[in-house]
């Protein structure tokens, strides 16, 4: 897969704002590439996943996030970077105890459901620009607004022949578009959550689709051929073929002067 021109042609097709990404799921540490930089050696700081995620998509970083590098409580859990205790409650109880559950059930119900890690089943998390890869990725990522969604989204039925689907539960969603993919073999729509606002910029109108890599070939064809017969594409153009109606003063105007 030649990533950097997949990467040239997506941008091309989308005109995104910021770079289309890919994600490795790392078993060691020491599997991390050489220039990989990590927010605690970089920043001497602990950062959340979605913050690696917009140093990857905005500043064109290549990021590795292990342990170290992370002070998500969520993030953690759902990464399966804190092994001594039972990441499913604690997920769990924490939901209910910052208002997002009124009941531990229903609660558990939804953490369940959540695409995560065991505990201890990875090291790290790579994150890099498709034109700067040195990981072959699982996941690719691409961030855009609705309109530039829409578009890989017909790109995906025109190579996959089937509609997307999407779950949404607005938190913990770094799981869904990173995790998701990886885990159910299969494209994710996902609304960013409150934490990826919060801390790491994720403007109000941005949406994430992500995939497993081995679909990248397939979508980057199906945005050069679905819809091609009636000239789709991003920005979506408007339609000019009519005579627009105006308001009585203006319709007189028009007719005393035989404007028709």
Same mark, same amino acid.
């Given at each position: 897969?030649?990533?950097?021109? /997949? &990467? ?6 989308? !005109? +995104?704002?910021?770079? @289309?990404?890919? $994600? =490795? ?97 990875? /090291? &790290? ?6 034109? !700067? +890869?040195?990981?072959? @990725?699982?996941? $690719? =990522? ?119």
């Amino acid at each position: 897969m030649d990533y950097k021109d /997949a &990467a040239r042609q997506i941008k091309e097709a989308l !005109r +995104l704002r910021t770079e @289309p990404f890919g $994600v =490795a799921f790392v078993p060691e540490i020491s599997a991390l590439p050489e220039k990989t930089r990590r927010p605690s050696q970089v920043f001497g700081k602990k950062v959340t996943i979605c913050q690696g995620v917009t140093m990857a998509r905005v500043y064109g970083w290549p990021v590795g996030l292990g342990k170290d590098d992370l002070i998500c409580i969520p993030g953690l859990l759902a990464f399966g970077f804190i092994p001594e205790i039972d990441p499913l409650l604690e997920l769990g109880q924490l939901f209910c105890e910052v208002g997002f559950h009124q009941e531990l059930g229903p609660a558990l119900k939804e953490v369940e459901s959540l695409p995560r890690f065991e505990p201890q089943e990875i /090291a &790290a998390i790579y994150l890099a620009p498709l034109e !700067r +890869l040195a990981l072959a @990725p699982q996941v $690719v =990522a691409v961030y855009g607004n609705p309109a530039q969604l829409m578009r890989l989204i017909q790109a995906a039925a025109f190579s996959l022949g089937e509609r997307v689907t999407g779950e949404f539960g607005g938190k913990v969603e770094c799981a869904s578009y990173l995790i998701g993919p990886y885990r159910q073999d299969a494209i994710r729509v996902v609304i960013p959550g409150a934490g990826d606002r919060i801390f790491s910029m994720t403007q109000d109108d941005e949406l994430v689709l992500s995939f497993p890599a081995r679909m990248l070939d397939g979508l980057v064809n199906g945005l050069k051929e679905a819809g091609k017969k009636i000239g789709a594409r991003y920005p979506v153009t408007f339609y000019q073929n009519f005579t627009p109606e105006f308001p009585p003063p203006y319709r007189e105007r028009a007719k005393k002067w035989d404007i028709t």
